[in-house]
């Protein structure tokens, strides 16, 4: 309310100058107490197409296809995919037998919108016997990263340490409905990524790993180092190779490294992934906390 105490104007002189100035009041403190962003109510334009790596562009210039990829993948390292309902029904019995070992799935995004498909798909992967876990779409300009946090708990984010469910995931990339850094600084970023990182920590028991690409993390946290030591790292990268990594990240967990990829018991494309180790490195990651590091 300090710009209006320090508001100047000419004395009143009449009954018109008294209305003006009241109106110019309440337009004033309207002013002074509008969100700079938008508010976690507003809806979601298009959540429905929002999934992970669906605003990275295809910029590698790698002429190799997914499967050369694979054939030059180390055999121990795990098979996996993610999920929305954009993929629509899916036979995980079919999946599991074709050599996917883990996969994640949307849960959430933003503070009111919950993936249609996501209980199904975390149920019945489970019962196909496979490692599963569940990842937010972070949309950092409507509201906090703790608000987020809490809804995408609520919601399936969650974690248990029974060994067949993977820590949270936080799909940060380009923004879907705007600039890509959904007009927050370096540092706001930082904090937001930090504020739903401890949130999630604090309601799961787990600091959720993060998916991101080298060129987002550079151009909206200033390649921020800060979170290698508490997080885990997803990097996406459709090449031959993950490449260089994000700052603070000596290593990646996982790698994405197609969009197009295919899978028995799925129709049409779907990302493919790949753990950073053998089997029993990944269920040690499902089960591990800091009190029980991996």
């Not at 879907?176 to 970023?189: E, F, N, R, T, V």
């Not at 600091?207 to 060129?215: A, C, G, S």
């Not at 921020?224 to 031959?240: D, K, Q, V």
């Not at 779907?270 to 906390?289: I, K, M, P, S, Y």
Request: net charge negative; charged share 15%; proline share 6%.
């Amino acid at each position: 309310m300090s710009s209006l105490r320090n508001l100047r104007y000419p004395r009143d002189r009449g009954p018109f100058r008294s209305i003006t100035l009241i109106a110019f009041l309440l337009g004033a403190l309207v002013l002074s107490v509008a969100p700079a962003n938008a508010s976690p109510e507003d809806p979601i334009p298009h959540p429905e197409r929002d999934y992970m790596g669906s605003t990275i562009p295809d910029r590698s210039g790698d002429s190799l296809t997914w499967k050369e990829v694979e054939e030059a993948l180390p055999q121990a390292q795990q098979a996996g995919i993610d999920v929305s309902h954009w993929q629509g029904s899916i036979n995980w019995s079919s999946v599991r037998g074709g050599g996917i070992v883990w996969a994640y799935m949307k849960a959430t995004e933003g503070t009111s919108y919950t993936d249609p498909n996501f209980d199904s798909n975390y149920i019945n992967s489970y019962n196909a016997g496979l490692i599963r876990g569940a990842y937010h779409f972070a949309l950092p300009d409507r509201s906090s990263g703790a608000a987020q946090a809490r809804f995408f708990v609520n919601n399936g984010g969650n974690w248990s340490g029974d060994g067949k469910t993977l820590p949270p995931a936080l799909d940060i990339e380009y923004n879907p409905y705007g600039g890509s850094c959904y007009g927050l600084s370096d540092s706001q970023m930082v904090s937001w990524i930090r504020d739903f990182s401890n949130t999630v920590k604090s309601l799961s028991g787990r600091y959720p790993v993060i998916y991101t690409t080298l060129d987002w993390w550079s151009t909206c946290t200033g390649n921020n180092g800060g979170f290698g030591n508490s997080n885990a790292l997803w990097i996406a990268r459709w090449a031959s190779s993950p490449g260089t990594l994000p700052s603070g990240w000596g290593f990646w967990t996982f790698w994405q490294y197609t969009s197009t990829g295919s899978v028995p018991g799925i129709s049409g494309n779907v990302d493919r992934n790949v753990f950073n180790g053998a089997l029993d490195r990944l269920q040690a990651f499902a089960r591990c906390t800091e009190e029980n590091p991996c």
